[in-house]
């Protein structure tokens, strides 16, 4: 499965808002593109698509930013993706042409319906706090402290 640089950007920065807005601080998109690396121009179609979808709150102004609109725990990898993928939950074209209708269905319902559920069926299972807490155990960096 290829998913765009858009929903992967979507998930990063939704991890970001979750981990750096614990307080109820707002965050950044300037914060967000440091931390991941990715162009701040781009975060802000994201987080435009995102804010679209009611997953965050934003405010304007030197103190503004994103935060959560819901708690980590309600919002999926299915809510995000869906906010930003406009294309990934479309229904798979035809196959084979209509003379062929027997061998279209047998491949739709043992193949590509099988495959949407199954896809669907993971990302909705999976919270947002789920990847904070997966992201908090891999450190961002791989060094090591040594005491003596």
Request: hydrophobic share 40%; with cysteine; glycine share 6%.
């Amino acid at each position: 499965m290829r998913i765009s640089s858009k929903g992967r950007y979507g998930i990063a920065a939704m991890i970001c808002v979750a981990q750096l807005g614990r307080n109820g601080d707002f965050v950044t998109v300037i914060s967000i593109s440091e931390k991941l690396g990715i162009s701040k121009i781009y975060l802000e179609q994201v987080f435009s698509l995102l804010k679209r979808s009611k997953l965050v709150n934003s405010v304007k102004g030197s103190q503004g930013g994103y935060h959560l609109a819901k708690s980590s725990e309600r919002i999926t990898a299915y809510d995000i993706l869906q906010a930003v993928e406009l294309s990934l939950f479309e229904k798979t074209e035809r196959s084979v042409s209509a003379q062929a209708e027997g061998i279209e269905k047998s491949i739709s319902s043992l193949v590509w319906d099988k495959l949407d559920e199954s896809i669907c069926e993971v990302l909705k299972n999976t919270t947002l706090r789920d990847l904070v807490f997966e992201a908090e155990r891999n450190p961002d960096d791989d060094s090591y402290m040594y005491y003596i």
